[in-house]
């Protein structure tokens, strides 16, 4: 019968981290320049800083690396010498160092923050198109929840509930993120969409030389975004928000120019498109109405029950394939839970709105990185 396993332990006086991560942080920071590129900033209010601004807002990185969005997380890394080397500090900023330069940043740090992550997505990432050869470039709202605060910004999201309501532009079947922008929780999605829209085209283009396709919810159903797309010559595959139209109308219009199919008993689905004219633009318009007369579970209805989904695309491929290239637009909601929960980037850490934008930035770069590091792994 084997024995049991017998254990030596031996103290040793080196030193252990359980963050290890720093080190790869460090070297794509390092990479692309991250540090000479941030103190190229002038803040008048901190024109000689002790610390400089690359040393702080890169340890601010690392604790959003980490998944520790908050000043006071710092505490326990003062000492510890693999952040110190990984990020080439001096020393560790203290907690009140980084409250105090990034809230008196005042959004002078963002655009150098946005352009350093789109380099390092440009220079190590290499975004992938789907089978049908077209780059994705998915925008997306997600709420961030704040409720319980009174910080600058924090309204009623359409979630109903308190907090913000951040847009964002993934790209790749990867999901790099190329662009971001904090926004308050009562903003509509649409608010200035076609701006972020046209700077975000702009970012993706410089990740991929590749045909981009850029995918929007309903929320974004606007002629705007649509214009954008035609003046930028990208692919677009936009829901459309049926708002006040007639499921009926639909169902009639459906059976006349669609596919019918029958995927079980009690289920009939038609498909289709056609072209129409919106403000001198030639636009298909893809459809999928659905008629249920038995529920999945077996149950008659007394009433038909229909499903209208429709798109507005410049694709020119089969609709099955549309239909599908837009569900492949929920993997959205997989790269916002990774923000969210894996980061735990929701509750931002500042009570001001400039502040928590920065942040956000700052995070999205640490997105990015994480991203890369992962798909170096695989």
Same mark, same amino acid.
């Given at each position: 019968?084997?024995?049991?396993? $017998? ?9 252990? &981290? &359980? ?39 890169? #340890? ?44 008196? %940043? ?62 964002? %532009? ?16 009562? #903003? ?33 159903? *606007?002629? *705007? ?23 009926? %109308? ?17 289920? $009939?689905?038609? #498909? ?11 636009? $298909? ?35 099955? #394939? ?24 929701? $509750? ?31």
């Amino acid at each position: 019968m084997r024995s049991h396993t $017998r254990f030596q332990i031996r103290q040793v006086d080196a030193e252990l &981290s &359980s963050h290890s991560g720093l080190a790869l942080l460090g070297d794509l920071m390092q990479a692309c320049e991250f540090k000479r590129e941030v103190d190229k900033v002038h803040l008048l209010r901190r024109p000689n800083p002790e610390l400089r601004h690359g040393e702080v807002l890169g #340890t601010m990185t690392a604790l959003l690396f980490l998944g520790k969005p908050d000043y006071d997380a710092v505490k326990p890394f003062h000492e510890d010498l693999l952040m110190r080397k990984a990020l080439g500090l001096p020393r560790v900023p203290s907690a009140e160092t980084l409250r105090d330069r990034l809230e008196k %940043a005042d959004h002078l740090f963002d655009d150098v923050v946005r352009k350093l992550s789109g380099d390092v997505v440009r220079r190590f990432g290499k975004p992938t198109a789907g089978s049908e050869g077209f780059v994705p470039l998915d925008i997306d709202v997600t709420p961030f929840d704040n409720s319980g605060s009174h910080k600058e910004g924090v309204s009623r999201t359409y979630h109903n509930r308190d907090g913000y309501a951040p847009i964002f %532009a993934y790209i790749g079947q990867e999901g790099y993120l190329v662009n971001c922008e904090l926004r308050e929780g009562k #903003t509509h999605s649409q608010y200035q969409g076609d701006r972020f829209l046209d700077e975000s085209i702009t970012l993706a283009r410089q990740a991929t030389d590749k045909p981009l396709l850029v995918r929007m919810d309903s929320a974004h159903d *606007d002629l *705007d975004n649509i214009k954008v797309c035609f003046r930028r010559k990208v692919k677009y595959l936009i829901k459309r928000n049926i708002r006040s139209e007639d499921p009926q %109308a639909w169902l009639q219009t459906a059976q006349q120019l669609g596919v019918e199919t029958q995927p079980r008993q009690g289920k $009939r689905v038609w #498909t289709g498109s056609y072209f129409t004219e919106r403000d001198g633009l030639t636009l $298909r318009l893809v459809f999928e109405v659905t008629e249920r007369t038995i529920d999945r579970h077996g149950q008659m209805l007394l009433l038909p029950e229909l499903e209208v989904n429709t798109w507005w695309t410049s694709l020119d491929c089969d609709v099955a #394939t549309i239909i599908q290239l837009y569900h492949q637009h929920a993997t959205c909601e997989q790269f916002h839970s990774e923000l969210k929960g894996d980061m735990d980037l929701e $509750r931002l850490p500042s009570g001001k709105f400039a502040t928590n934008n920065l942040v956000l930035l700052l995070g999205m770069f640490a997105y990015n990185c994480l991203r890369l590091i992962g798909q170096s792994s695989l």
